[in-house]
């Protein structure tokens, strides 16, 4: 090596340090294989401490859902599915076709104008207000309300019902939102807007988590989206885990700055490290922190730089957007992982097919293989972990849901 080498080669050697210490100093890691397998361990031990009455920070809430027998279901039959996200609001008319399987007849796709609301009734109403573009001539038999939100699951005279709490997810707000039932709160919305539907109409409140066991009639599934949860199927019994809750989650500078800027520090901990959301806020104070972009940026352009799409001049954005894709990859990873573990009965088979709703694992390159690898390389290769992207599954696992209750 000439002497011109060796002082290229300690210039580069230095860059790369500096950068190194810059990303140690921010906390921007992926887990080790030993906090992997403990955080593996604690999820699983919650689950099953919660299923038996003691202190979690899961919240293993009964859905009192079933997997629905579809030789009650009759061809024809419709459903009026609405979906209230933290976004948005969905609405569609869900049909079952002639292999008893439920399809989208007709949707719309409405944004939440804001994250505040004033009222129960101005949330429910704007809600209303998605819904008439989409029912038209429909003569709906049933009511799915997809919420997407902890709740207490309650039975009642027309079917299953909730009681949200008042603390939403994902920024959201509405004053109120725990002192009826969500159906009851959606019926009145629906009516008072001119929308004509009995008072009784069978109803299945679900969770969007829920319904993606419904759709595909999985024993474990989930939603890596802008939020993060996971479903199992225990004894017969579906149960909505509110996983983005689960607290033993290792922290890092970067992690608690996340945490102190959201609307609700200490809250949910897990997702704030999963979700797209999260991880796309990140992503972008990173990126702004080294330097690389004075921009706002979203897990859609974490996407898009692992795509090969933007900061192609850059490699230090692949890297880090690399390391936060794998860590949200590996805590999934572990929650999946944990569950089967603590629950071999209720997962026979060698290889478990996950299916996961939600376009941050959809459409983020190379998440799909990194979680199937780590979940499959903590299961010690006794188990191979399969994951599937479905879409719209939470739409329709509700919409068989409310039918199956039509008597």
Do not use: C
Request: aromatic residues 6%; without cysteine; proline residues 4%.
């Amino acid at each position: 090596m000439n002497r011109y080498q060796r002082i290229t080669h300690s210039m580069l050697e230095g860059a790369k340090t500096r950068k190194e210490q810059q990303l140690q100093a921010l906390g921007l890691e992926k887990l080790s294989k030993e906090q992997a397998i403990g955080i593996a361990r604690s999820f699983g031990g919650q689950v099953r401490a919660k299923l038996e009455g003691h202190p979690s920070s899961l919240a293993v809430i009964p859905t009192l859902l079933q997997p629905v027998d579809k030789a009650r279901l009759h061809a024809g039959d419709q459903s009026l599915v609405v979906e209230v996200g933290g976004t948005h609001f969905r609405s569609s008319i869900v049909t079952v076709d002639s292999e008893k399987n439920p399809q989208l007849t007709t949707e719309t796709l409405a944004p939440e104008r804001k994250k505040k609301y004033d009222s129960t009734d101005e949330f429910f109403d704007e809600l209303a207000r998605s819904v008439k573009d989409v029912i038209g001539e429909a003569n709906p038999k049933a009511l799915g309300i997809i919420w997407s939100f902890p709740a207490d699951i309650v039975s009642v005279s027309s079917g299953i019902d909730a009681v949200s709490t008042d603390k939403l997810t994902k920024e959201l707000d509405v004053p109120g939102i725990n002192t009826r039932k969500v159906g009851d709160f959606i019926i009145d919305g629906l009516r008072r807007n001119g929308i004509s539907i009995p008072i009784d109409l069978p109803r299945a409140v679900v969770n969007d988590t829920a319904a993606v066991l419904l759709a595909n009639g999985a024993a474990l599934g989930g939603i890596v989206a802008t939020g993060f949860n996971l479903a199992f199927l225990h004894e017969g019994q579906m149960y909505n885990l509110e996983a983005g809750g689960f607290d033993v989650v290792p922290q890092t500078a970067l992690t608690q700055i996340i945490d102190k800027v959201s609307e609700h520090p200490g809250h949910y901990p897990l997702e704030k490290q999963v979700s797209g959301d999260y991880v796309g806020q990140a992503f972008s104070l990173v990126l702004k922190e080294l330097g690389v972009s004075d921009k706002n940026l979203t897990s859609a352009d974490m996407s898009a730089v692992l795509a090969g799409e933007l900061f192609n001049d850059n490699p230090t954005a692949k890297e880090v957007a690399t390391i936060l894709r794998d860590r949200s990859a590996q805590l999934v990873g572990a929650a999946i992982a944990g569950t089967i573990q603590e629950f071999p009965e209720d997962f026979p088979v060698g290889e478990i097919v996950i299916p996961i709703d939600g376009s941050f694992f959809g459409k983020t390159p190379g998440y799909k293989e990194a979680l199937e690898f780590y979940a499959t390389d903590l299961l010690d290769g006794k188990k191979k972990i399969v994951t599937k992207y479905v879409q719209e599954s939470g739409m329709k696992g509700a919409g068989i849901a409310a039918l199956g209750l039509v008597r």
